[in-house]
């Protein structure tokens, strides 16, 4: 191997005519270190396959997926936690000795664009910092159900799901209209129930859960997020150089924001569609962006509005409910003690503010 540094270019070509025997390990011993280092530094794996999906290329993705599994490989399945191993998926790994080139007979690609994109997604990983530990990464402690983990039930979010992808289904505004606004009277109505179970003195905690923020429009996207996170007592932190926010509350409230924001943005992205101009790309792009601000801003209003419904019906739950936000605060401080508030987004279109407004009201939750 060749000491020193090289460009991009000169990099490659040394790596490409020497022997794959002395390249191979070398490489993937390298890729391996730096998907441990972000695995046992916060990163969990659909957040790294995110990150790296991001660029575009799909083979770091495949790479990235099988780092995965060897970073299970050492462990009993028993000793892993079960939310790392649902998001693992099973990729093929193979030997370490021939991994490289049999990967590249079952990728279909040459050597050289195998080389470059393990090389590129090395220095990706390299540069990426490490994040708050939510799930334990293999190999630091046995799987288990988490202290403080709330009781969700699952049925409970089955009717949810159902009820959010026939509003996503429908035609008719007036429907998806009934369903969404189904759907949020059952989530808020569980969580008042979990509220008044268990109550501030209960040993159930507030966590956290990272959301991945797809672009573009990744800052409209996180606003409305964060509308259906506070409806639903929780908080988030939008960290736009990784993607993605991290919300903060209790479990059963996070399932159904995670639940209800996916399903809003289907809706807002399928009105958007509908509604936008046929012609010029500025225009066009002026739209889409003011026409999300105003869906996320009126959907807030919904929401918040279908959630004191449920309240106030409910004796002596507003003391619980101040009680449990005070957690919540705290866990987010001190996962994040210092936060910069970010600028809202312009609205550089009236026609795209109206139509999401519109929107919203067509998906409106009552």
Request: charged share 30%; net charge positive; proline share 6%.
């Amino acid at each position: 191997m060749v000491a020193g540094t090289l460009d991009w270019e000169t990099g490659l070509d040394v790596l490409t005519v020497t022997p794959a025997a002395e390249v191979d390990p070398v490489l993937l011993a390298a890729l391996r270190e730096a998907a441990d280092r972000l695995f046992r530094g916060g990163w969990q794996p659909t957040e790294l396959l995110r990150v790296v999906a991001r660029q575009g290329d799909p083979v770091r993705g495949k790479l990235v997926a099988d780092a995965v599994a060897a970073q299970l490989r050492p462990f009993p399945r028993d000793r892993v936690d079960p939310r790392w191993l649902a998001q693992a998926g099973k990729p093929w790994w193979g030997s370490d000795d021939s991994y490289l080139s049999e990967a590249a007979g079952r990728w279909r690609i040459d050597r050289v664009a195998l080389l470059d994109a393990v090389v590129a997604l090395i220095r990706t990983l390299t540069a990426l910092p490490p994040i708050e530990v939510l799930i334990p990464p293999p190999g630091s402690r046995p799987a288990g159900t988490r202290r403080g983990a709330s009781r969700v039930d699952e049925r409970l979010l089955d009717r949810v799901r159902a009820l959010l992808a026939k509003a996503e289904s429908t035609e008719f505004p007036a429907e998806a209209e009934a369903y969404s606004g189904k759907a949020q009277e059952l989530i808020a109505r569980h969580s008042i129930e979990e509220a008044l179970a268990g109550g501030p003195a209960a040993d159930v905690v507030p966590f956290a859960r990272r959301v991945g923020v797809d672009h573009p429009y990744e800052n409209e996207k996180a606003a409305l997020l964060d509308a259906v996170a506070r409806a639903n007592h929780c908080h988030t932190v939008w960290s736009p150089e990784l993607g993605f926010s991290t919300v903060f509350g209790f479990d059963a409230d996070i399932d159904g924001v995670e639940l209800l924001y996916t399903s809003l943005l289907v809706q807002a992205n399928r009105a958007m569609a509908r509604d936008e101009p046929a012609k010029g790309k500025a225009r066009i792009k002026a739209f889409r962006r003011s026409f999300l601000v105003a869906y996320a801003v009126r959907i807030g209003e919904r929401l918040a509005q279908a959630t004191r419904h449920e309240i106030a019906g409910v004796r002596d739950l507003l003391p619980v409910l101040r009680g449990r936000d005070l957690q919540v605060r705290e866990t987010m401080q001190k996962a994040f003690p210092r936060t910069v508030r970010s600028r809202g987004s312009r609205v550089d279109s009236r026609e795209g503010w109206e139509s999401g407004r519109a929107a919203a009201d067509e998906a409106k939750l009552r």
